[in-house]
């Protein structure tokens, strides 16, 4: 079975600081990625994905994620936050044999202060 | 375009009432999805169709009722809610069925049960 953890459910960065968000992932077999952000009252915009090419994901928004294997992680970082990254950030797993069937870690709630 | 839509965007109903929510999407996609979101949780996993058949039901109670009339539409068809299904439904859907496509999602329907 798949499951996601996501370390910290709130986040609060200064405004041009690095944003770093955890996760961690449990699968039996090579797992698909996901990091998702939702902004107030709208639904989830996909960030970027890990598809099992390059290990290091670079997404929109200046978002990027690292996949490692071995600590069984995918964290988001941005390098200079800016206030309209002020969202909750979903990452998912995805395992090809369950059906495209996503499984959420709780989010994290990222406040950005000026 | 990687725009799904969904109507209504607000929905009062009594526990009596029957109503209906509604997505489309027009990118030609094979698989779509309604999540339930609860607030400050993750989406949780309804309902998957692919090819217009269901194709993953996650136990939801018989008073949601999903319809896939054709490749661009779904709906969720509602009778005899609980005050405790209020929350935001989120439709998504993606190229195929499988794990490494993205699932994009609607800006959702927030549903309030009185």
């Known amino acids: 079975a798949q499951s996601v953890t996501q370390l910290g459910s709130h986040v609060s960065v200064s405004e041009g600081a690095l944003v770093l968000l955890r996760c961690n992932y449990s699968s039996s077999v090579p797992p698909y990625l996901f990091w998702y952000v939702q902004y107030p009252n709208q639904g989830l915009q996909l960030l970027l994905k890990?598809?099992?090419?390059?290990?290091l994901v670079k997404g929109i928004n200046g978002f990027e994620a690292e996949f490692k294997k071995s600590e069984t992680s995918f964290h988001l970082t941005k390098p200079s936050a800016h206030m309209s990254d002020a969202a909750e950030y979903f990452c998912?797993?995805?395992?090809?044999?369950?059906?495209?069937?996503?499984?959420f870690g709780g989010g994290t709630r990222v406040l950005v202060k000026p | 375009d990687t725009e799904v839509t969904q109507t209504p965007k607000h929905l009062v109903m009594g526990m009596t009432n029957k109503k209906s929510l509604k997505c489309e999407q027009h990118m030609g996609h094979r698989a779509m999805y309604w999540y339930k979101q609860k607030a400050k949780k993750p989406p949780e996993l309804m309902f998957v169709y692919s090819y217009e058949k269901l194709s993953i039901n996650e136990s939801v109670p018989s008073r949601f009722s999903p319809e896939c009339p054709n490749s661009s539409l779904l709906n969720l068809h509602l009778h005899a809610l609980q005050p405790e299904d209020s929350a935001l439904y989120l439709c998504?859907?993606?190229?195929?069925?499988?794990?490494?496509?993205?699932?994009?999602f609607g800006p959702g329907t927030r549903l309030t049960v009185l």
């Open positions: 998912a797993v995805s395992e090809g044999a369950a059906g495209n069937k996503l499984t």
């Open positions: 890990y598809t099992s090419a390059a290990t």
């Open positions: 998504a859907s993606s190229q195929d069925q499988i794990g490494a496509d993205t699932q994009y």
